[in-house]
């Protein structure tokens, strides 16, 4: 991650040369009995408050809490994995210090997920997962019990399935939605005995 690089440069250059006058130093932390780095603090805009709070392994960074807004409050959590590679950041939905939001890193196949807590207690109850900009497809997990029950699926950017495990045990869909290419609703399928194959119900409305 490159900010947290610079940090680290800048320390490095700070503790040898001291720090130059318009940027405050970085201020690090250190375990007093093993004298490894645990915290670095920095002033990135110079307004005197803290904006980058780091916490770290050593060299090794574990988390790093952001006002990237200049606003006094935290709005974006980095957290590092065990390489300091950065894994994935938390935001806040409403920008009002509390991380709903967590975005991870790319797969390697271009796939990123997105994890929410659209009840804001940190508990994520719906995943997100892009191609690019697009929202491909989406898990949510509706009576709360940590399981998805219920699946979206997307083309060019258009709802064109939702799949309900009405039983909210099975772990996988009992019922769909199926929608038109312009996201106007078709009709429903259902697969009862759970064989994997959905066939059309005429008489079932959209749930
Ligand atoms: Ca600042
Ligand atoms: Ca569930």
């Not at 947290?4 to 690090?28: D, K, Q």
């Not at 408050?49 to 990237?68: A, F």
């Not at 759970?194 to 066939?199: A, L, P």
Request: aromatic fraction near 8%; hydrophobic fraction near 30%.
């Amino acid at each position: 991650m490159s900010r947290l690089r610079g940090v680290i440069l800048a320390v490095a250059v700070a503790s040898v040369a001291g720090c130059g006058p318009a940027a405050p130093p970085p201020h690090p932390s250190y375990d007093p009995a093993t004298r490894r780095l645990v915290r670095l603090d920095v002033d990135q805009n110079g307004d005197g408050r803290v904006d980058v709070r780091t916490y770290l392994d050593g060299n090794r960074p574990l988390r790093s809490e952001i006002d990237e807004a200049g606003s006094g409050r935290i709005d974006r959590w980095e957290y590092f994995d065990g390489a300091g590679q950065l894994a994935r950041v938390g935001t806040s939905s409403t920008g009002d210090g509390i991380e709903d939001t967590w975005t991870h890193a790319l797969t390697p196949d271009g796939e990123r997920r997105v994890d929410l807590s659209t009840a804001r207690d940190r508990r994520v109850d719906r995943r997100e997962f892009y191609l690019g900009d697009d929202l491909i497809r989406a898990e949510d997990d509706v009576n709360g019990d940590g399981r998805p029950d219920k699946w979206e699926t997307y083309e060019s950017g258009v709802l064109r399935v939702v799949a309900f495990d009405t039983t909210y045990g099975a772990g996988r869909p009992d019922r769909r939605a199926v929608y038109d290419a312009d996201g106007q609703f078709s009709h429903v399928e259902a697969d009862l005995d759970g064989s994997g194959v959905f066939t059309r119900v005429e008489s079932e409305g959209v749930r």
